[in-house]
């Protein structure tokens, strides 16, 4: 249980998938211009990552590991394609919840989120999560931490944003040009949590 | 004769007139990384080295063109409750060759990109090119449109490239460029910097061309 907690913090706070490891940054720029949309990508991307963390390190452990199946069958190569199937199926349940319960939300995130499936945090997520060798009861941590950690992200840098919409900026900066550096400078303050173990405060 | 001229014209044909727009486009005024916004990720985290940038971009262009060529061809076929899984069953299959043939060929590229390859089916320039223009356009325009994309993106790219390779290492494409004097600039090595630099490309993009400014 600690153990998962530990990486709960360090995926959410000091290897922030967007700060730290820039994935996700496509829609994190086009949705972030208010806060209310970031919200709700922000939601639907800790809900689409918490369910499909646990699912592709189920099918790696009991369908594609060396000698899950049947003994001597190393099926890994067909991880890619498995993994990307799961997300996209998981984002089309969030579409047609989300389409549902807000019609609005969903007219207002238009073609991101579809593109959730693509965004390379979910894909990237999953992936460090088999490399890392994570446990089940881990995973979930881990896809909630990651989650958690891009909502937060996300928010930031949507506050900011709106707040910059009366700030005085030259022309050709405004909108995407000072998004980026923004999220620079949030990339470099993040970089002062780089090397912590939450494990070491216990 | 007159008529056979203006005939001509107005067929178009293979490079005509809309088609060069397809690939001068998205060179500058549709820019997939600083004007639509997309392929954001790669471009922050392969721009260290030049020599990386490149092979990410002739990668990016292959997967690109093909798959908007193949989905254009299918494009009357596909349901579209499933249209999404069609597409990334073609781009995984293209990447997947991509990945065997760097592996073949160019082995110390495929180490250093390692990752990044296998995340360009999640590179929102392929999905996003496919749903705005393949699935609605004829073949031969969406191969080109996928060309030009995948050629605007290198463009950027190599730019941002070869900016932080000078600056933080000094070098360009490995060799040395810089004097022995230049003490190197370690914010050029670090990944934020080339939101920095980007941030800095987009300005100069917009000064250029007024038209591109947003003004929402």
Redesign the interface.
């Known amino acids: 249980m600690g153990e998962s907690f530990n990486i709960f913090i360090k995926a959410a706070f000091i290897d922030n998938m967007i700060l730290a490891y820039?994935?996700?940054?496509?829609?994190y720029?086009?949705v972030s211009?208010t806060v209310k949309t970031a919200v709700g990508l922000g939601l639907a991307v800790i809900f689409v990552l918490g369910m499909t963390m646990p699912i592709n390190w189920a099918i790696n452990t009991y369908l594609l590991a060396d000698g899950a199946i049947i003994e001597g069958v190393n099926l890994t190569f067909l991880r890619?394609?498995l993994f990307?199937?799961v997300i996209?199926s998981m984002v089309?349940l969030v579409e047609m919840v989300i389409e549902k319960v807000s019609p609005a939300l969903y007219n207002s995130l238009g073609?991101f989120l579809?593109?959730i499936?693509?965004?390379?945090s979910?894909?990237?997520g999953s992936?460090f999560a088999v490399s890392r060798e994570y446990a089940f009861g881990e995973s979930i941590a881990f896809g909630l931490g990651s989650g958690l950690g891009w909502f937060l992200a996300i928010i930031a840098i949507a506050a900011i944003r709106e707040k910059l919409r009366t700030a005085d900026i030259?022309?050709?900066?405004?909108?995407?040009?000072?998004a980026?550096?923004l999220?620079?400078?949030m990339?470099?303050a993040f970089?002062s949590l780089a090397g912590l173990n939450p494990a070491d405060f216990n | 004769m007159a008529e056979t001229v203006v005939a001509k014209e107005k067929k178009g044909g293979l490079l005509g007139k809309e088609e060069m727009k397809l690939l001068k486009d998205p060179l500058h005024s549709n820019n997939p990384v600083t004007i639509q916004v997309l392929g954001i990720c790669s471009a922050l985290a392969v721009t260290g080295s030049v020599y990386k940038s490149l092979v990410m971009s002739i990668a990016l262009i292959f997967v690109c063109a093909l798959s908007s060529l193949i989905i254009s061809l299918l494009r009357n076929s596909i349901p579209n409750a499933i249209r999404m899984i069609v597409q990334l069953l073609v781009i995984a299959g293209l990447v997947q060759v991509v990945e065997i043939t760097l592996g073949a060929f160019a082995y110390s590229a495929y180490e250093q990109l390692s990752v990044f390859i296998g995340l360009i089916i999640t590179n929102c320039i392929v999905m996003g090119r496919l749903e705005a223009f393949a699935m609605g356009n004829k073949p031969w325009q969406a191969f080109l449109d996928g060309v030009g994309n995948g050629l605007g993106y290198g463009f950027i790219l190599v730019a941002m490239a070869i900016v932080r390779e000078m600056f933080g290492k000094g070098t360009f494409m490995g060799w040395q460029i810089m004097p022995d004097a230049y003490v190197l600039n370690n914010l050029m090595v670090l990944p934020a910097s080339s939101l920095f630099v980007i941030g800095v490309f987009i300005w100069i993009q917009r000064a250029a061309d007024p038209s591109l400014v947003d003004k929402s």
């Open positions: 820039f994935l996700g940054m496509c829609s720029l086009a211009k890619l394609i990307i199937a996209a089309q073609i579809p593109l499936t693509v965004n390379c979910i894909l990237g992936l030259p022309p050709a900066l405004r909108g995407l040009g000072i980026f550096i999220t620079g400078l990339g470099m970089m």
